[in-house]
């Protein structure tokens, strides 16, 4: 089955810097895009950035330009720079993919396959 691990969360000051990472496994033919989204608690999941193979990238409005997503397709995996961290940027952060992969067992091509990671933590507290 596709998988995502996501790593780089942690506790850092405010002002501070980060860089997640996740990365895709499994029989993986394409990626269509992959993402970041962020939940805090009793709160919706929200689009933090994404990006698609094409390099085409969609920003939430309110990183103001503190966040840069990047993706290498070699790799599978995509990287979310957070600099200028704000207190209310503390959150869970949730992986997200659109892949065109073979499932293991039925060994059909599902052309958008997707798939969420477990979520990192992001602390961001003096």
């Known amino acids: 089955q596709v998988q995502l691990v996501e790593s780089g969360g942690g506790l850092v000051q405010p002002g501070g810097s980060l860089r997640l990472s996740c990365a895709a496994s499994?029989?993986?033919?394409?990626?269509?895009?992959m993402g970041w989204y962020r939940q805090a608690p009793g709160k919706e999941r929200e689009l933090v950035a994404r990006?698609?193979?094409?390099?085409?990238?969609d920003y939430a409005g309110f990183l103001m330009g503190r966040f840069t997503i990047s993706m290498d397709n070699a790799k599978k995996t995509v990287y979310l720079q957070m600099d200028s961290l704000k207190p209310e940027d503390m959150d869970l952060y949730y992986c997200?993919?659109?892949?065109?992969?073979?499932?293991?067992?039925?060994?059909?091509?599902?052309?958008?396959?997707?798939?969420w990671g477990q979520g990192t933590l992001v602390t961001v507290s003096s």
């Open positions: 997200h993919a659109v892949v065109a992969a073979v499932d293991d067992v039925a060994g059909i091509l599902d052309r958008n396959f997707e798939v």
């Open positions: 499994g029989r993986i033919i394409s990626i269509n895009d």
């Open positions: 990006i698609t193979s094409d390099g085409d990238i």
